[in-house]
């Protein structure tokens, strides 16, 4: 795997998330691959919305839950344009 153009197609995934849903919080880099044909990167990006996350440490502790939403994002490799995202499905459960 070409780990700085990973680098730079996670980041831009993320950067991406961040713009296209302005309530996403907390938005992280869970897993990114090459397709099949690699020509694309799979970049699987998680986040919690605004009106899901804890609103202080204390309620966080009290057992209310965060609920994590993923979005599988696909990168072009060779231009890391944006091809398109959609929710992820884990295939070994789908």
């Given at each position: ?72 994002l ?9 091809v ?11």
């Amino acid at each position: 795997m070409d780990v700085p153009s990973a680098k730079e197609a996670a980041k831009k995934a993320v950067e991406t998330v961040i713009e296209l849903i302005p309530e996403a919080r907390y938005v992280a880099l869970e897993g990114i691959e090459l397709s099949e044909d690699e020509t694309c990167w799979e970049v699987i990006v998680g986040y919690v919305r605004e009106g899901d996350a804890p609103v202080t440490a204390l309620s966080a502790l009290g057992g209310g839950r965060t609920y994590r939403t993923y979005k599988t994002l696909v990168l072009r490799r060779d231009t890391l344009e944006f091809v398109k995202m959609e929710p992820y499905r884990d295939s070994e459960h789908a």
